[in-house]
């Protein structure tokens, strides 16, 4: 809903009242991803690892905003940590979007490998697959898979609108589509 000051202020206070909870740093995490505050999401990364240097999520995190400010080494370092440490799918799509931000298509494509052979297996939301496929180019294959968690109803599809992964695809109108109804549905 593009609600970000008060998502943000809700999150901040979620963690205030309860410093150590994972779910409160993911959250307010998630939340400046999708409000654009890369600085403030490093930031609180940052922090977040100097409480717990293995604490998967806040090298993802942080390994995404550093490459998508352009310092891919650091980006890579930290999502290759967090892929060691969280073998989650969403944690997978960001190293394989780091690879593709550093230019380098060919690991981007082995993620992307990985996470289609671990949807044989497990459930892998589509959206973190259409993410992937976006950063590596693949505009036409990432709205097909964007449009297939429409379809199995994927929660992550809700971000859509906000979800900064898929900002090179907002001027395709089989994005905007997608996105019309997803706002209709709601």
Sequence with gaps: MRLFDQSLSETNLARTLDPVS??????????????????????HNREVLDIDPNFAWGHAFLGWASARRGVTEEGLRHAAKAARNDDSSVILGFLGEIHAMAGQRDAAEQVLGRLRSKATRHYVCPHEIGALQAALGRYGEAI????????????????????PRVDSLRSNPRFQQLLARIEHRH
């Design 22 to 43: 994972l779910e409160a740093t993911l959250d307010l995490s998630w939340n400046y991803l999708e409000a654009g505050r890369f600085d403030l999401l490093t930031s």
């Design 144 to 163: 097909d898979s964007l449009e297939q968690a429409y379809q199995v109803r994927s929660e992550c599809v809700a971000f859509l609108t906000v979800d």
